[in-house]
């Protein structure tokens, strides 16, 4: 079965400044999708952005960048400039193509500083 | 709509009543999801449908829970006899098809307290 991990309860970042979530997975596939999802107190699951296994080029989506490393099946997240507005839970999720559910990690909550 | 939509966003009830949640996904979205989000067992598959039928069900964690969709859109979870264990928020999910590709859309849950 796939797990994901996300070592980092909580993080804390300075307004303006750069912070990096980390998220590791398990999977005996080699084709599969992974996902990070922000979650603010309003309790939707936002997706942030999408990285597709089979490509070695990292997704980034304005501010949030990924650091896919497929061998050490690590997907950390990226957020640049942070603001305020970024705070909220951020969970990792990983999929497999043939695949419906999503497998999350256990979420990762980011306080940002004014 | 313009997003998955849930209802009630709230709902406080007695140990041992049932209760009846309901999602309205994303108008064209043949796929739908539900998900259990408690404290002690983080986020949780519960059932998939595609269309009416729910070719996955390997989530939900007894047969007091089950759900249906009809029409190919709105789905309701049923949990019967409640049980404090129960109390979690559940979230539904939708997207344009099956398969890793398609990006799930949540709603923003329904919050079940069982008390």
């Known amino acids: 079965a796939q797990t994901v991990t996300q070592s980092q309860p909580e993080m804390s970042v300075q307004e303006a400044e750069t912070v990096t979530l980390s998220c590791t997975y398990d999977?005996?596939?080699?084709?599969?999708?992974l996902f990070w999802y922000k979650q603010p107190p309003s309790r939707q699951m936002i997706l942030v952005i999408r990285?597709?296994?089979?490509?070695?080029q990292n997704a980034t989506e304005n501010r949030f960048s990924v650091n896919f490393q497929k061998a050490a099946k690590s997907f950390s997240l990226k957020i640049s400039d942070s603001q305020l507005g970024d705070a909220a839970m951020y969970f990792c999720?990983?999929?497999?193509?043939?695949?419906?559910?999503?497998?999350f990690g256990g979420g990762t909550r980011l306080m940002v500083k004014p | 709509g313009a997003g998955v939509s849930q209802s009630p966003s709230n709902k406080v009830t007695e140990k041992g009543k049932d209760v009846e949640l309901r999602c309205d996904p994303i108008?064209?979205?043949?796929?739908l999801y539900w998900y259990r989000q408690s404290l002690g067992q983080g986020l949780e598959f519960l059932i998939y449908?595609?269309?009416?039928?729910?070719?996955?069900k390997s989530g939900l964690p007894s047969d007091r829970f089950s759900a249906e969709r009809t029409g190919g859109s709105v789905s309701t979870l049923t949990i019967q006899r409640t049980q404090q264990e129960d109390s979690a928020v559940y979230l539904c999910?939708?997207?344009?098809?099956?398969?890793?590709?398609?990006?799930?859309?949540f709603g923003d849950g329904t919050r079940l307290s069982i008390l």
């Open positions: 999720a990983y999929r497999d193509n043939a695949g419906n559910m999503l497998t």
């Open positions: 999910a939708s997207s344009s098809g099956a398969g890793g590709r398609q990006p799930q859309h």
């Open positions: 449908f595609q269309g009416n039928s729910a070719p996955d």
């Open positions: 999977t005996s596939e080699s084709d599969y999708y």
């Open positions: 990285q597709e296994a089979y490509k070695q």
């Open positions: 108008s064209g979205h043949t796929a």
